[in-house]
């Protein structure tokens, strides 16, 4: 029956959404929408949907699942817009769903209490996502109704129909079909899932083979048990072969030297770490007289270690006796991001307050990514603050422990758990000096000090209210000062600059010389407009009266596009799209004359049009409308989008 439908019965009522864990939230639902909730209500329907889907989204976006349009960030984009949809269609036509979060965190509280740390950070990532959505339905419904008209003989929207809203206006299927629905009207979901494929947005191609196969695994469990690890203490040791997987079968033996593709080994005891926990596996060999097998990678399944890689020399078979020999100098460079990722947790927490909690982590050789709950850019300030932080730390040299206890003392001790880890009963927990305490099942050096050095290397975003940290550690991390500063030197000599408080004295004349030669260059521009403008206006496409065009121009700035824009429509009754490439962006201009603009034709609709080609965007008044990109590489097809919005207007 399930843990709710067993309380329904229990609480003696009709629902599992009546239940004392869930009827609250369902009332929440009612205030945040201002129409009071009953069950039989003519809302209650709809609005134990959002209940039930901003719980679901809730608890996702805690676990770092943010909305998105692949994998499971899909499902939760799907489940969030849909209550959004919901809440539209009942009449909010501003994001309101954001604000049930605290609620559904006091209701779950109790089972889940570290729901607390990330309230803030689920509501801004449930908030983004229903501004976006709602901007979506308001940019979309013209098309979607223009869709409903032309489908009203059939009955059906066509699939290629449900495709562009999809594509062009961010339109999900689910949300075509739902608002089709009201009306009466089906969706080709199977014309629309063609045509998804044939433009290769959905497709099973592209899936990476694995030597992991179920079948073989499982026999493997069966007759030998676990992979005992030994990595903590050891980066070498003996074991015994206790499986082969060629070609996701398990093989007797494996002697065929060079193939081409992957295989696994399987031992009793290994040293290697197998990825988790955002620490990347380790590679090295496993030898014996006469063989050597190159471990490639290491990943695991469960409790058994799979050695990943090519046989290089001799056979191998079951119960063969290897040393398993890790590659050392990478282990310690791992384990010296590993141990900086810990410390600089702690100082984001310490910088930006307790709401900037872990989202993601990958811990490579002298290499770490982390990502974390913020909404906004680091200033150069606290990734400052940051750096000294981590690194006042690492000069303290601080000892790292670890330590095995029952997962309630270790909570209970304060102890942090990292996002992407599953803890079982007893845990790992890592301490380093008095500062930092998580749990992790990762590799560790057992003084701060090893680290070495630690630098931040970029600061950037990876989704709605989640940002990215990438630093060096070690002798990467010095490694890349010594390229920063090689490139500094070069840079004074090609200044003919003595020092490097030079340098930004010497840029900062060099720029104003080169505005000043721009400027000269747009007056000289500027002359010549008058029979530029002639020409345009000679070659121009006419549609009965008005002119259409559209032109690049080279080595202007904004003001000479709205020279040109200004001179045309004065000439005559005209719709102009004008681009230009500045400092390797694009800036586009739409105008149109007052007369037509009076008729429909809307410049800011243009230039929007326009700029989705240079992914870009924009907008304006309806006669004057600018835009701006990021690839000058689309401009004529982003004129050629300016040029059909004006046909497709002036032809109606």
Known sequence: MGLERTASTLQGVESNFEIDTLKPLCETVGEVLGAK?????????????????VRAVTMCVHENVLPDNKEQGYVVRQLLRRAVLESYLIGKQEPVLHSLVPKVVELLSKPYPELKETTQSVQEAIREEESAFLDTIERG?????????????????????AFHLHTTDGFLYELTEALAAKHNLKVDRSGFETLMEEHG???????QKSVMAEGPLDAIRKTSGNTEFLGYDSTEATAKVVGIIAEKQLVEELNEVGHKDLVAIV?????????SGGQVGDVGSLTSDGIEFDVQDTQKDGELWLHIGH???????????????????????ISRA???????????????????????????????????AHKRPLTAEELTVIEDIVNTHISEGADVSTKMLPIAEAREAGAMALF??????FVRVVSMGDFSKELCGGIHLTNTGQVGMFKVIAEEPVAKGVRRLVAYTGEKAISEVRAKEAVLKEVMSEL????????????????????????????????SIGDDVNDLLANAEKIGDVSLIAHQLDNVDKDVLRDYADRLRKKTKAVVILATEIDGRVALLAGVTSELTKQGINASNCVKAAAKLVQGGGGGRPDLAEAGGKDPAGISKALEAGLQYYREQLQK
């Open 37 to 53: 909730y009953s069950y039989a209500g003519e809302h209650g329907r709809a609005m134990r949907r959002i209940a039930d889907h």
């Open 141 to 161: 419904l013209n098309r979607f109704n223009k869709c409903l008209d032309n489908a009203k003989s059939s009955g059906v929207i066509p699939g290629e129909e």
């Open 201 to 207: 947005i959905i497709s099973n191609a592209g899936k």
């Open 267 to 275: 031992l009793d005891r290994t040293p290697f770490y197998a990825e």
């Open 311 to 333: 046989l290089k020399k001799g056979k191998i078979g079951i119960d063969q006796e290897l040393t398993a020999t890790v590659d050392t100098e990478r282990r310690d460079g």
């Open 338 to 372: 590993h141990s900086a990722t810990h410390i600089m947790h702690h100082a984001l927490r310490s910088t930006l307050g307790e709401g900037a909690t872990q989202r993601g982590s990958k811990v490579q050789q002298d290499e770490l990514r982390f990502d974390f």
């Open 420 to 425: 992407g880890e599953k803890y079982p009963d």
């Open 496 to 527: 003919k600059v003595g020092s490097t408080d030079e340098v930004v004295r010497k840029i900062q004349q060099l720029q104003n010389d080169l505005k000043d030669a721009k400027r000269k260059l747009s007056d000289q521009m500027r002359q």
